[in-house]
């Protein structure tokens, strides 16, 4: 008789783990795992006592649907408390425990880590894997660090070479930009809007940005950020600038592939997934040098914008006016990087197939799965 699957236990099917591990590895099986913690917090928020999109990071022992029986545990920025009764990996953006820094939980946090169930911490990128061991070494705890592993998150293909030729042929009246970023300002909404603005004095471009402007976050400020100045310049520009406040994700890599630039100058991300979209639609991108961008996009296959960093990579918009000269930065570096790129159409193209190809070699879906099995094997032997 065959032996049944291994199975693996996730708990929220947030875009984190739909990207980085639902589904990932095809020879085990996935099943949902409701926590405890969770559905504590679904209670807490309908009656006002918790902030709704901000779940707990942690993980209490809970009942899988129906009932499977599970093998391994993997979080998505998450840790187990009490430690786990089954083995755990889990997938982080920034480190772990998370959110956990100025509360009583970091205690727990930290002794869950440092117990035989959790098997692996894989972090999304080389910056992840940094902040992880300064946090570590701000606590002592050294022996985390053996634990690290690094997988950038998997892409598809989403064009071919015939596709992408005759879209750069097809471009000799008029470049096309795509931007997309559900937090507007934070992405570089705003800067794009303005630096193309500024560059089509020069050169026939149409752009497609993706994103509402009507809410800030908190790499945002109505003291910056002006809802009222996005709804003038669309409206003055609209023959060319095409605003969408929302457009469902085929949608846009359908309309990426008839663009031939990418666009993510973001403020603050944790990595840049529609980066690796764009890339694997054929186009080159124009982003900033923050956090694990520079390990998805270079002056080699993209355009890198540089702003003042933080000694951990990030961008400071701490106060308003730093948040205003971090904006003047993005949006000069859009002006320039884009006139560069315009004044050498075939250096689109030939980063476009480059670009094309750092997702064929560096993030195969196929790789992926096979170095996340590899990983559940090891968490299991």
Request: net charge neutral; charged share 25%.
């Amino acid at each position: 008789m065959a032996s049944r699957p291994l199975t693996i236990g996730y708990v929220n099917p947030e875009y984190g783990s739909q990207r980085n591990i639902i589904g990932k590895c095809s020879e085990w099986e996935y099943v949902r795992v409701r926590s405890f913690a969770s559905l504590g917090h679904k209670v807490l928020c309908r009656i006002g006592l918790a902030e709704k999109g901000r779940p707990p990071y942690f993980f209490i022992g809970g009942v899988p649907e129906g009932m499977s029986h599970i093998d391994l545990l993997h979080f998505w920025n998450s840790v187990c408390l009490p430690p786990s009764r089954r083995p755990y990996v889990t997938s982080f953006e920034t480190t772990v425990p998370r959110a956990f820094s100025n509360g009583r939980l970091i205690a727990l946090g930290l002794k869950s880590l440092l117990s035989k169930q959790c098997r692996k911490l894989i972090a999304i990128s080389e910056h992840a894997r940094a902040r992880q061991i300064a946090f570590d070494a701000e606590y002592g705890i050294r022996e985390l660090d053996e634990k690290l592993t690094v997988l950038h998150p998997p892409q598809e293909v989403l064009c071919n070479d015939i596709d992408l030729a005759t879209r750069n042929r097809d471009c000799r009246n008029g470049m096309r930009f795509i931007f997309v970023g559900k937090d507007f300002f934070r992405k570089g909404g705003a800067e794009v809007a303005r630096a193309l603005i500024e560059v089509r004095k020069d050169f026939p471009v149409e752009a497609f940005v993706i994103g509402n402007y009507e809410y800030v976050d908190y790499a945002s400020s109505w003291e910056v950020d002006s809802a009222a100045e996005m709804r003038k310049l669309f409206s003055d520009n609209e023959s060319w600038l095409h605003h969408f406040k929302f457009l469902p994700n085929p949608k846009v890599v359908e309309l990426a592939k008839t663009c031939q630039i990418g666009l993510l100058p973001t403020r603050d991300d944790t990595f840049g997934y529609s980066v690796l979209e764009f890339q694997a639609c054929g186009l080159p991108c124009i982003t900033t040098d923050i956090r694990a961008l520079p390990e998805v996009n270079n002056d080699g296959i993209g355009w890198l914008v540089n702003v003042p960093r933080l000694p951990n990579g990030c961008a400071d918009f701490s106060t308003t006016e730093k948040m205003r000269e971090l904006s003047r930065t993005i949006e000069n570096g859009l002006v320039e990087k884009s006139r560069e790129a315009l004044s050498s159409p075939e250096s689109i193209a030939a980063k476009g197939v480059r670009a094309l190809n750092n997702i064929k070699a560096n993030h195969s879906p196929e790789t992926y799965g096979r170095r996340l099995g590899a990983i559940y094997e090891e968490a299991l032997s």
